[in-house]
């Protein structure tokens, strides 16, 4: 059985920073490529970071690009995601998720529950 457990999120002021991390169990985890996604209220989920199995590889959507940091462990079976310069509009439920190297949310396997970030300005 497949588990994709995140850490806890949080609620920061804007500017501020945040960790998290998915561990994950029942997968053969440096064999899968890694995501983070996220919603809002009303909106479609939308990625966020992916980072290829070994680690090598990293992918940022434009929004995130130079304040998020998406790194493994696969010692440990985790992916973290560092979110620095934090905006109101990074608020959000964030998922990891485990499927291959792409940045559409159709494309991956298995899925975490989901951890509320909340950002005030």
């Known amino acids: 059985q497949v588990q994709l457990v995140e850490s806890e999120g949080g609620l920061v002021q804007a500017g501020g920073s945040l960790r998290l991390s998915c561990a994950a169990s029942?997968?053969?985890?440096?064999?899968?490529?890694m995501g983070w996604f996220r919603q809002a209220p009303g909106k479609e989920r939308e990625f966020v970071a992916a980072i290829s199995p070994s680690g090598a590889n990293t992918r940022y959507a434009d929004s995130v690009k130079g304040r998020f940091t998406i790194s493994r462990d696969n010692a440990k079976n985790t992916v973290y995601l560092q979110m620095n310069i934090l905006k109101p509009e990074d608020t959000a439920v964030y998922y990891c998720?485990?499927?291959?190297?792409?940045?559409?949310?159709?494309?991956?396997?298995?899925w975490g529950q989901g951890t509320q970030v909340t950002v005030s300005s």
């Open positions: 998720a485990a499927g291959p190297y792409r940045d559409y949310a159709g494309d991956y396997w298995y």
């Open positions: 029942g997968l053969a985890f440096s064999g899968y490529a």
